[in-house]
């Protein structure tokens, strides 16, 4: 009888805890998710900040035991929301992001098979001229289009100004 009771308050006790546990997780996934980007100034910017990321990666990818994959969150959030840019910038950023999914997919085949053969054909100085274009065509774009809808456009960093602290060179 006396063991009934303890598996009862245990049994109670977890009723309650794991519903708890549950909406922690949920509401720690949820803050963690990226904002969707609203405005052509945050869908370029957010391009430009994985451009740039991948940029920095590619830097490091000689030196590095585990090759890490590229940034394809922004591409694939807002590939389709693309019209304000023109047709030559469009495809520009087509182009590059296709080569960082091949890229990434060898990465990811070097990985499971824990073998860098799949890396030998991969040529980074390919992949760094669309990215150097991608990010020089963004900038200008941001740049023209952040001083037209003038102060406070644009994400507002800790930094002021519309991209947050200088993404933009100036």
Do not use: H
């Not at 990811?108 to 065509?137: C, H, W």
């Amino acid at each position: 009888m006396f063991e009934s009771c303890a598996f009862d308050a245990s049994a109670e006790q977890w009723s309650w805890l794991i519903p708890l546990i549950i909406v922690i997780a949920l509401s720690f996934i949820m803050r963690r998710r990226k904002p969707a980007e609203k405005t052509p100034q945050d869908v370029a910017s957010s391009l430009l900040m994985d451009v740039i990321a991948n940029q920095r990666a590619l830097e490091k990818f000689d030196t590095q035991t585990r090759p890490k994959k590229l940034k394809l969150g922004s591409w694939q959030r807002n590939s389709e929301k693309l019209d304000f840019l023109e047709p030559s910038l469009r495809s520009t950023l087509s182009e590059t992001f296709r080569q960082i999914e091949d890229f990434n997919l060898r990465v990811e085949s070097a990985k499971m098979y824990k073998s860098t053969s799949y890396l030998f054909g991969v040529n980074i100085e390919r992949l760094q001229e669309p990215l150097d274009k991608s990010r020089e065509g963004l900038e200008e774009w941001l740049k023209a289009n952040i001083e037209q809808a003038g102060p406070g456009a644009g994400r507002q960093g800790c930094m002021g100004g519309g991209l947050g602290g200088g993404l933009i060179g100036g």
